[in-house]
T-cell receptor, first 111, second 113 residues
């Protein structure tokens, strides 16, 4: 989707290092979400934002933090990466009662 | 506790026939439901949705049916085409909670020639 950009698209890092993933939107949507996709689990919500500086936890938030200082940017940070956080991470955007639209994902490997 | 379940991990259908993908949910607060399609190395793409005030919604070859009493929804694709081969995710939400969605684990559809 041209309105959502995730960076980086791929990253390999080591256990214990900090990692930040970025989601950038050009659609001016109110809500932004971070999900992780793992085999057998589908998509699970990590954190979401309902406005600038307004964020809340999702289903699997432990080990992750987020920040939203501008409408268009939503950052996901792994303070000290662990191998269990190896996953594909998707950002999504949306508005009330509208379907969420997803970015193309970031494949993160933690060795 | 899996609130949205897709019990069939995979489904194979011949081109031109009907594909039926199923989804069950447990949370009675869910009041809108969506289907997403996902190709490898891409993000999920919205396909079709239905509100709990309806029991059917159609969009071209795609129809979603909702049975609230059974807490069950299904996606029908007629006729199935090879380009429909993808992973399909069912999702459910409560419009009162920041439009958050809960996803199923997905069903991989293979449409064969």
């Amino acid at each position: 989707d041209a309105g959502i950009t995730q960076s980086p698209r791929h990253k390999v890092t080591e256990t214990g290092t900090p990692v930040t993933l970025r989601c950038h939107q050009t659609e001016n949507h109110r809500y932004m979400y971070w999900y992780r996709q793992d085999p057998g689990h589908g998509l699970r919500l990590i954190h979401y934002s309902y406005g600038v500086k307004d964020t809340d936890k999702g289903e699997v938030s432990d080990g992750y933090s987020v920040s939203r200082s501008k409408t268009e940017d939503f950052l996901l940070t792994l303070e000290s990466a662990t191998s269990s956080q190896t996953s594909v991470y998707f950002c999504a955007i949306g508005d009330s009662n509208q379907p969420q639209h997803f970015g193309d994902g970031t494949r993160l490997s933690i060795l | 506790d899996q609130q949205v379940k897709q019990n069939s991990p995979s489904l194979s259908v011949q081109e031109g026939r009907i594909s039926i993908l199923n989804c069950d949910y447990t949370n009675s607060m869910f009041d809108y439901f969506l289907w997403y399609k996902k190709y490898p190395a891409e993000g999920p793409t919205f396909l079709i949705s239905i509100s709990s005030i309806k029991d059917k919604n159609e969009d071209g070859r795609f129809t979603v049916f909702l049975n609230k009493s059974a807490k069950h929804l299904s996606l029908h694709i007629v006729p199935s085409q090879p380009g429909d081969s993808a992973v399909y995710f069912c999702a459910a939400g409560d419009t009162g909670t920041a439009s958050k969605l809960t996803f199923g684990t997905g069903t991989r559809l293979q449409v064969t020639l």
